[in-house]
């Protein structure tokens, strides 16, 4: 499928393409040139809006030019198909985990922004993630991050009434849940896969699905996402540069319901998401 694509959208000289692991929400592979030059290819089998892959092209370039971090270059971004630059495996050192950690600070440092949202909607997989802006971080995530996902048919048939209330609770008690913090320029889907290695070697980030938000909503999904122990140091390391406070490993399972509550709003098995809802749910059920 892809290398049909690939030739009805004019890249013609693609002699082979491979499969790629890691992805969730979209078909994947690495295609060969005639040159040898290799490329990242994806496709949905549905695209879940003729703007997806123009959205994703974008976060990249903002995240490249205003955050500073590497990204892959878009080499083509239509309805059904985004090809990019090839990327390295990311080396699971330490030292290349110090260095993601100065990357990302300085994306969150650097960027601040006095509302939350973006100009655009974009996707978060095969979901829409709405941006519409807010002046305030506590109402933003409540009903654009959380609040929004309760529509979701899967997230009705996971959830019951009393879970569904208690994320309203939760919602209602932000503010004493976590600090009020600044608006910034996010990746907003930044799981261990989506850190990569540009042919440099330096930290590239890939599969954003970006927007001004709190910087700990980026954390939350690294830190949640089985990082790999020689990460240990990409967390001292970033907690010093942005200055956390000691209770940052606290608020995460709050900051992450958001996306567990994307990963099953869109996939069966969900890989265990509605039982973390719950159990970060369970304080805020009412005691019978």
Known sequence: MLRARLHAAGVTDVVAVE???????????????????????????????DEAFAAEAEGLAVLREAGGVATPD?????????????????????AFWEECAHAFARLHTSTRHDRFG?????????RRQVNTWTDDGFEFFARHRLLRWLGEPRVRQAL?????????????????????????????DLWTQNVMAAPDGRPALIDPAVSYTWAEVDLAHLWTTSPPPEA????????????????????????????????????????????????TLAPFRKRR
């Open 19 to 49: 499969p790629a692991v890691g992805g969730l929400a979209a078909t994947a592979g690495l295609a060969r040139r005639a040159d040898g030059t290799p490329l990242f290819v994806k496709a949905f089998d549905e695209p879940p809006s």
């Open 160 to 188: 019951d009434a009393e879970d569904r209330a208690a994320l309203e609770r939760l919602c209602d008690r932000l503010p004493e849940l976590l600090p009020a913090a600044p608006a910034c320029l996010t990746h907003g």
């Open 232 to 279: 240990r140091v990409f967390f001292e390391r970033y907690a010093e540069l942005t200055g956390l406070d000691a209770g940052w490993r606290e608020r995460m399972p709050v900051l992450q319901l958001r996306q567990h509550l994307a990963v099953v709003a869109q996939f069966d098995p969900d890989w265990g998401a509605a039982d973390l809802v719950r159990a």
């Open 118 to 126: 973006w100009h655009r909607d974009n996707w978060l997989g095969r």
């Open 74 to 94: 878009v080499v083509l971004a239509d309805r059904d198909l985004l090809v990019l630059s090839a990327l390295r495996p990311r080396p699971d050192t330490e």
